[in-house]
Nanobody, 125 residues
Framework: QVHLVESGGGSVQAGGSLRLSCAGS?????????VGWFRQVPGKEREAVAV????????YLADSAKGRFAISQDNAKNTLYLQMNSLKPEDTAMYYC?????????????????WGQGIQVTVSS
């Protein structure tokens, strides 16, 4: 059972930066996991921001994140990061960390089995 806890959210003005962290536990050493960040605003579906394999593979970034956000991880610390720069008001959302022990790593929320509790990011203009 993978347990995920996000931190680092908050309020920032447009153009500012935030770094989200996701501390994970319960990963098995024999499996690879797809890990990533999703976000959701009320009334809309949860959308992928960035996903990547814990071991090997290139990250996927949503078009809205390219050039501004970066996903990275420190496997020694079991921690996933999302560096968000040049934030815009439309980035305001609840951000979730997710993990899946599957055979594919796709930016689709329905494929992920494990979720953090979410953390709010608010960008003011």
């Amino acid at each position: 059972q993978v347990h995920l806890v996000e931190s680092g959210g908050g309020s920032v003005q447009a153009g500012g930066s935030l770094r989200l962290s996701c501390a994970g536990s319960g990963y098995t050493t024999v499996s690879n996991y797809c890990v990533g960040w999703f976000r959701q605003v009320p009334g809309k579906e949860r959308e992928a921001v960035a996903v990547m394999w814990r071991h090997n593979g290139s990250p996927y970034l949503a078009d809205s994140a390219k050039g501004r956000f970066a996903i990275s991880q420190d496997n020694a610390k079991n921690t996933l990061y999302l560096q968000m720069n040049s934030l815009k008001p439309e980035d305001t959302a609840m951000y979730y960390c997710a993990a899946d022990r599957g055979s594919v790593c796709l930016p689709r929320a329905a494929l992920f089995d494990y979720w953090g509790q979410g953390i709010q990011v608010t960008v003011s203009s």
